[in-house]
């Protein structure tokens, strides 16, 4: 069974930081590319950000370019998303996903459960 299990989420203040951690288990993690995808309240999914298997290649949105980082550590079967310079408007559910490919944001059947992260003074 494919279990993604995102974690490291909570209340941050503006300027802040906070990393994410995604467990996957139930498929060869080291074989997929994967992407963090979030949710705010009242609005569509949107992408974040993507590494390629060996995790050589990120990509990032706009929205998060220059503040966010994703990385991944195949031996332990986990993603990361390195949240730096946090703001009101990534205040969202994040989600790790089993895809490289944007198109992740219209199958929420490869996400994982989600870790909220709220972002206020």
């Known amino acids: 069974e494919v279990q993604l299990v995102e974690s490291g989420g909570g209340l941050v203040q503006p300027g802040g930081s906070l990393r994410l951690s995604c467990a996957a288990s139930g498929f060869a993690f080291e074989m997929f590319d994967m992407s963090w995808v979030r949710q705010a309240p009242g609005k569509g999914p949107e992408w974040v950000s993507a590494v390629n298997t060996g995790g050589s290649a990120m990509y990032y949105a706009d929205s998060v370019k220059g503040r966010f980082t994703i990385s991944r550590d195949n031996a332990k079967n986990t993603l990361y998303l390195q949240m730096n310079s946090l703001k009101p408007e990534d205040t969202a559910k994040y989600y790790c996903?089993?895809?490289?490919?944007?198109?992740?944001?219209?199958?929420?059947?490869?996400w994982g459960q989600g870790t909220q992260v709220t972002v206020s003074s």
């Open positions: 996903a089993l895809s490289g490919t944007r198109v992740v944001i219209t199958r929420p059947d490869y």
